[in-house]
T-cell receptor, first 118, second 110 residues
């Protein structure tokens, strides 16, 4: 069964460093998402991406964050200058479309990348 | 903003028992979804219930939706040790943007 993959599974970085988290969405999916989960807190939406541009972003997704689809398979999240509070689990997700009839399409999540900023 | 909000619960049950967890939300919805997260793993979509549905089944899962009370429940029947996980409800707003609750931890004791 197709699945979303993410690398690395765990990333440790020093404050102020740039990190790139990588995701390979399911191949025939058109919409891509990043979410994050700070330890003990809710999963929060960061950004959605379609047709090589940001579709929607949350207030968390500030200028320190960027997303890119550098080729036909990868989807990346870059944090330019990491802060301690960026430590979290980052989940990539993809969906085939937005809607199925009148209902939203299911999103398929990857296993996550645990980012630790020291 | 729409938010899925589970009743903050940590359930510990014996294998074979049923587990029920609840979720409430604040605004009108198109649909509500339930996800499972095993420890340290990603989120797995379990079931989606549309706003015009009151009940939906999928295997040992039963979801109800009461739009008048803005609440939903997830029932896992005949639980198994493999059901040990955190369970989240999520509502959708914007362009398929999921808003998750804090999750319910379920521990099934063999």
């Amino acid at each position: 069964e197709p699945e979303v993959t993410q690398t690395p599974s765990h990333q440790v970085t020093q404050m102020g460093q740039e990190v790139i988290l990588r995701c390979v969405p399911i191949s025939n999916h058109l919409y891509f998402y990043w979410y994050r989960q700070i330890l003990g807190q809710k999963v929060e939406f960061l950004v959605s991406f379609y047709n090589n541009e940001i579709s929607e972003k949350s207030e968390i997704f500030d200028d320190q964050f960027s997303v890119e689809r550098p080729d036909g398979s990868n989807f990346t999240l870059k944090i330019r200058s990491t802060k301690l509070e960026d430590s979290a689990m980052y989940f990539c997700a993809s969906s085939e479309g937005l809607y199925f009839g009148t209902s939203n399409r299911e999103q398929y999540f990857g296993p996550g990348t645990r980012l630790t900023v020291t | 903003s729409q938010q899925g909000e589970e009743d903050p619960q940590a359930l510990s049950i014996q294998e074979g028992e049923n587990a029920t967890m609840n979720c409430s939300y604040k605004t009108s919805i198109n649909n509500l979804q339930w996800y499972r997260q095993n420890s340290g793993r990603g989120l797995v979509h379990l079931i989606l219930i549309r706003s015009n549905e009151r009940e939906k089944h999928s295997g040992r899962l039963r979801v109800t939706l009461d739009t008048s009370k803005k609440s939903s429940s997830l029932l896992i029947t005949a639980s198994r040790a493999a059901d040990t996980a955190s369970y989240f409800c999520a509502t959708v707003y914007g362009n398929n943007r999921l808003a998750f609750g804090k999750g319910n931890q379920v521990v099934v004791i063999p």
